[in-house]
Each structure stands twice: as C-alpha cells, then as structure tokens.
Antibody, heavy 122, light 107 residues
C-alpha cells in the first residue's frame, strides 16, 4: 500500500525553527515528486511547492519562496519541510502529497498524508 | 498564477440528492483539473483527474466535466459519507493552485 506518514503535531514559539517530515512507503520514493500544501485555520488549500527526492530538485510557489525550505533524505524515503524562524502566521495544517510523475513531469496529487498541525504562539 | 474559484462556498443537501459543484479558472487549463474530497482529520482524497477521469476505487456516482476555464463535479445521489469539503486544483501550470473549497453539508 502506498502511504505517506507525517510527523506529529508541533507547538512552537515565534522565532523558533522547525522541521516536519513525510515518510513514503509502498513505492519508489525517488521517482515521484512530493508536494507540500498549507491549510490555514478555516481556509482553503495552498500549494507551497514540490521536491523531487531523486535529485532534490525543488519548485517553490512564489508565495512561499524564501519562507520555507524543502529537503529529502533518499536513504530513509523521507521529505522535510523546514522553517528557520517561525511566525504566528505559520500556524496551519501542513500536508505532504505524492504527485503523479511520468519521467520527471508532474501532475496531480494522488496520495496524501494526514497532515501535521503546526501551532506558533508565544 | 491561475486563480481557481469554486461555487458555491457551501451547500446544504439531503441524502439521495444530485448536486453539482463548479470550479472556474482565470485562464484556460486544458482539462488539467483534479477534484479532491477532504474530511476533517483525514487526508484529502483524489476523486477525479483530467477533469473527468475517475480515480481507481472512487464510486461511479462521482463524475466530472468541463473544458477551457469551467469545470463541474457532480454527485448523482448523495450518500452519508459524501458530506465533506471538495477542492478543485489546476495542474496546468506551476504554481499549481486550488480553489477555496465547497463545503457540502447535510440538510
């Protein structure tokens, strides 16, 4: 079974750093793009960007460029979303998802993780 | 960025009803549209892709249509498990973008 398992909920203070994870199983992790999606409280889904674990190629949405960092560790089939200095406005649910990938072209998100809740509050 | 607008933002309906949700793109997206179902506390679930192709395992009461900028998701006969939020997403260009969602509630 193809699965993405995300790390647990986090409560942080403004200015702190954070790295959340998304572990893939049941498929060849290095051959599919992984995307990150934000859902702020009471709001819709926002596409943050994607990473290709095969070579760590990344594509950021302009709205998130410079605000977050994507990375991946192929050896443990895990993708990461990282902040160096959190703000209260980063409070949200964050989903990872696998993108249908053909060669290195990417399409829609066919498998999703259950999400990681990040709360940033002083 | 391509803006995706869903309507209505919420909808009350009864079990057995036929409902149609709409998604409009700010420019043509050549059927590069996916629909997802999302229930609280669960992972979003892919329902349809390429505007009208049903993902494996999704009940046939779900269908999609459209072209150019305008797309619809139809549920032919609502079941209790269908009450959820539905999101459309364009994957025609990067950044991919989602609509704001339609919350389908029990009347």
């Amino acid at each position: 079974e193809v699965q993405l398992v995300q790390s647990g909920a986090e409560v942080k203070k403004p200015g702190e750093s954070l790295k959340i994870s998304c572990k893939g199983s049941g498929y060849r992790f290095t051959s599919y793009w992984i995307g990150w999606v934000r859902q702020m409280p009471g709001k819709g889904l926002e596409w943050m960007g994607i990473i290709y674990p095969g070579d760590s190629d990344t594509r950021y949405s302009p709205s998130f460029q410079g605000q977050v960092t994507f990375s991946a560790d192929r050896s443990i089939s895990t993708a990461y979303l990282q902040w160096s200095s959190l703000k209260a406005s980063d409070t949200a649910m964050y989903f990872c998802a696998r993108l249908l990938t053909i060669a290195t072209d990417y399409y829609y998100m066919d498998v999703w993780g259950k999400g990681t809740t990040v709360t940033v509050s002083s | 960025d391509i803006q995706m607008t869903q309507s209505p933002s919420s909808l009350s309906a009864s079990v057995g009803d036929r409902v149609t949700l709409t998604c409009r793109a700010s420019q043509g997206i050549a059927n590069s549209l996916a629909w997802y179902q999302h229930k609280p506390g669960k992972a979003p679930k892919l329902l349809l892709y390429t505007a009208s192709r049903l993902e494996s395992g999704v009940p046939s009461r779900f269908s999609g249509s459209g072209s150019g900028t305008d797309y619809t998701l139809t549920i032919s006969s609502l079941q209790p498990e269908d009450f959820a939020t539905y999101h459309c997403q364009q994957y025609f260009t990067t950044p991919q973008t989602f609509g704001q969602g339609t919350k389908l509630e029990i009347k």
